[in-house]
């Protein structure tokens, strides 16, 4: 395989990326000194560091590589409040993007490396506790003459750079025009039909006259009728004959458009050989990368969208999956350890597999590690699927210490986000012979294959990615299970909703069958009126005017005008509350006695009022009963009470602070089991140690304060 120096288009790419993420830090670190949490805004910065880092390895350029690595630490220091936000500090990694970007191939005047050193220097001297922190400074050569446009025309080849916004647009014309041609084909059908009813009935009359004359100018009428009748349909004939050629070229000019926008997947895989032969060199080990299916193509967003995504598995199949050679030796397997990446076509997807030979996952080196980072509970027996998904949940790693590609928590969760923003999903399957992710990606984003089914009067499209499988529900074995019903699928039981109920469709409908569904780490099926096929559809979004509805994605215009949206399953898996009252509601509709389900019951003692009903309607509106207390001794009051299924608590407050309540929790019989979330702002690790000393299940900073993680922590110590 050529390398970079012999591929411009490669390199061109990687490049693009990288000035991309660079662009992206220094916009937010110019926002970074008057943002009122700066915090939040270091987050995104170090994942756009981590970006660059990856993609400096890539390249091979190893000393922007040690920069963007020392930026990255500086970042982090500031992520957890070790070093507060300084303007040295953020001079110095200014200082760095412009390094980083002056240093990258193609540049007429190029960084020098000892420029890099000096950074990378500087930011490690800063995290020592330097300040203020002197910033290298590098100023390049002006070149005596610039370039001209004529020069500039005269190197530019036969090819033209469009942008993909250009490109995207392009397909939406076409989807309209592919909508106008459908709707002159169904008026045309129309006319025909009419035509060739007006043409019997007109004959019907000739006959009649036969026998009954009319008039002669009543006789002259009714034959130029006729002959107006004829020339009608031949011109609705040959109306649909001109429709069905428009529809086809446009298809061609459809696919001409989208084809400019797909690119080989090798584009991104191209640098993976060495990335893996660094990281094994770092590492001790032997391994090797075999690349399959590097010509499958795929929309350039798409491949660009997972890039990151891919890199970070095939650097996690190195690190965590691959043995040592001593280690393989000793088990009998060959000393050099197989890393694959492989992509294939399947249908409206492609499927992207990154599959190592090591040993699998450890279960039980796994429960420990998320036990003891209070991902899980001390007693959980979790095991299969449902413990790997503790795998991807934010900021869990396995590392024991952090090194440059592992310990910092940037990990699967990116892997799943970025995945499942395109539409696809993410699959995880582990044994005692290796281990594989699988990305199911959709070819575009452009046009979207979609299942269309029916939910009342009405009709929705369910992007085909995301579907696992359709059944009818009149061969099905459905049942109760705890008072909900279930569908059991290959010999697994499902959980049955009802899609019309979650979507507010209203009136009486009788489900006939069922779509499966993956969310994360398990499989849902949910029930719809009837399925009317597949359809390729190019999908819009609402408009400002509309905005963004819970749940609807997009929407198209179907031929007979009709407006069909499209239903984001993946946020529709996420509604636990939608899925409860789903549940219940197809039920209902059968007729089968349901027991009222009790909502979990989660007690917030918080002193700040605003706070308080910030998080009370957080919580309610994540499906969940919650009370208040004022303070920590209005909170011990309610143990007297039944248990709550978990307690959220602030730390300083009037009376009796968290950590006190949270012991006298673990001493009040009946609530000994009971988890208790601490959230507060104090940081430091003597205050999380003192919350998890006192019985804290989990602790959470309201300097970093991000909804979905609050209401994904509670449910998953609630257990739904």
């Known amino acids: 395989m050529a390398g970079w120096a012999d591929d411009p288009e490669l390199l061109a790419t990687f490049r693009a990326e990288v000035e991309e993420r660079v662009a992206s830090l220094q916009a937010g670190l110019l926002a970074l000194e008057a943002h009122p949490s700066p915090r939040q805004v270091v987050v995104s910065l170090f994942r756009d560091a981590h970006t660059v880092k990856g993609s400096a390895r890539m390249l091979g ?5 040690a920069v963007a690595h020392s930026a990255e630490d500086l970042l982090g220091a500031l992520r957890d409040g070790r070093l507060p936000v300084r303007r040295d500090l953020v001079d110095l990694l200014l200082a760095s993007c412009d390094g980083i970007s002056g240093a990258l191939p193609g540049v007429d005047d190029p960084v020098p490396d000892e420029h890099l050193h000096s950074l990378a220097d500087a930011m490690g001297r800063a995290l020592s506790g330097e300040e203020p922190v002197v910033v290298p400074i590098w100023t390049p050569v002006i070149p005596e003459d610039d370039e001209t446009v004529d020069d500039a025309l005269r190197r530019g080849g036969d090819s033209v750079r469009v942008t993909t916004a250009k490109v995207y647009e392009l ?13 002159l084909e169904r008026a045309s059908t129309t006319i025909e039909s009419v035509a060739s009813d007006t043409t019997r009935w007109l004959r019907t009359l000739r006959d009649a006259v036969v026998t009954h004359p009319l008039p002669d100018d009543a006789q002259q009428a009714l034959t ?30 459809r696919d001409g458009a989208m084809g400019l926008a797909m690119v080989p997947v090798r584009r991104v895989v191209a640098g993976l050989p060495r990335v893996v032969r660094d990281l094994a060199t770092a590492t001790g080990k032997d391994v090797r990368l075999v690349l399959q299916g590097q010509d499958v193509e795929l929309d350039k967003q798409v491949l660009d969208g997972v890039s990151d995504a891919l890199k970070h598995l095939v650097v996690n199949a190195v690190d965590h999956g691959c043995e040592s050679v001593a280690e393989r030796v000793a088990a009998g397997k060959p000393a050099q350890s197989t890393v694959t990446v492989t992509a294939r076509a399947a249908g409206g997807t492609v499927v992207i597999e ?21 991902a899980l509970l001390p007693d959980s027996a979790l095991s299969g699927q449902a413990l790997y998904s503790v795998l991807f949940m934010p900021g869990f790693t396995t590392a024991d210490e952090v090194t440059e590609t592992s310990g910092r928590g940037v990990g699967l ?4 986000s970025a995945v499942e923003a395109l539409g696809g999903l993410v699959e995880l399957r582990s044994s005692s012979e290796g281990t594989t992710f699988s990305l199911t990606l959709p070819v575009t984003l452009g046009v979207l294959r979609c299942l ?28 109760s299970l705890a008072g909900n019903p279930v569908v059991v699928r290959h010999g697994e039981t499902l959980p049955l909703l009802d899609l019309g109920h979650a979507l507010g469709v209203a009136g009486k409908r009788e489900p006939t069958a069922a779509i499966v569904v993956r969310h994360g780490d398990r499989q849902v099926a949910w029930a719809v009126d ?3 096929g597949e359809r390729e559809l190019v999908v819009k979004d609402l408009g400002a005017f509309l905005g963004r509805p819970p749940v609807i994605s997009g929407a198209t215009i179907d031929g007979d005008g009709s407006v069909v949206c499209l239903v984001d399953l993946r946020e529709l898996g996420d509604d636990s509350k939608q899925r409860t009252s789903a549940s219940s509601s197809l039920f209902a509709a059968e007729g089968t006695d349901v027991p009222s389900q009790r909502r979990p019951r989660v007690l917030v003692v918080e002193d700040s009022v605003g706070v308080r009903e910030l998080e009370r309607a957080i919580l309610e509106s994540a499906g969940y009963d919650v009370v208040t207390a004022v303070d920590g001794t209005d909170g011990a009051s309610r143990l007297g009470d039944d248990p709550a299924d978990l307690v959220l608590s602030d730390v300083e407050m009037p009376g009796m602070d968290g950590y006190t309540l949270t012991r006298t929790i673990r001493r009040t019989r009946g609530w000994e089991q009971v988890p208790v979330v601490i959230m507060t702002s104090r940081g430091s690790d003597e205050d999380q140690k003192a919350g ?26 609630v257990g739904r």
């Open 530 to 532: 009837a399925l009317d």
């Open 413 to 416: 969760d990116v892997v799943r």
């Open 171 to 183: 397909i939406d014309v076409v989807g309209e025009a592919e909508l106008d041609a459908r709707r």
């Open 224 to 253: 130029r009728l006729i002959a107006a009748d004829d020339q009608m349909l031949a011109a609705a004939r040959e109306l649909r004959e001109l429709t069905d050629d428009a529809q086809s070229r446009l298809s061609q000019v």
């Open 452 to 479: 269309m089914t029916r939910l009342g009067d009405e009709r929705f499209a369910l992007p085909v990615p995301g579907i696992v499988e359709s059944l009818s529900l009149k061969n099905a074995v459905v049942h």
């Open 692 to 717: 998890l000393d006192a019985g804290a299940s989990a602790y959470l900073l309201k300097t970093e304060f991000d909804q979905e993680e609050l209401v994904e922590t509670v449910r998953r110590l």
């Open 354 to 374: 990154v599959t190592d030979d090591g040993v699998g996952i450890d279960e039980e080196a796994l429960r420990a590690k998320a036990i003891a980072r209070g």
């Open 61 to 65: 350029l190893s000393e922007v590589l």
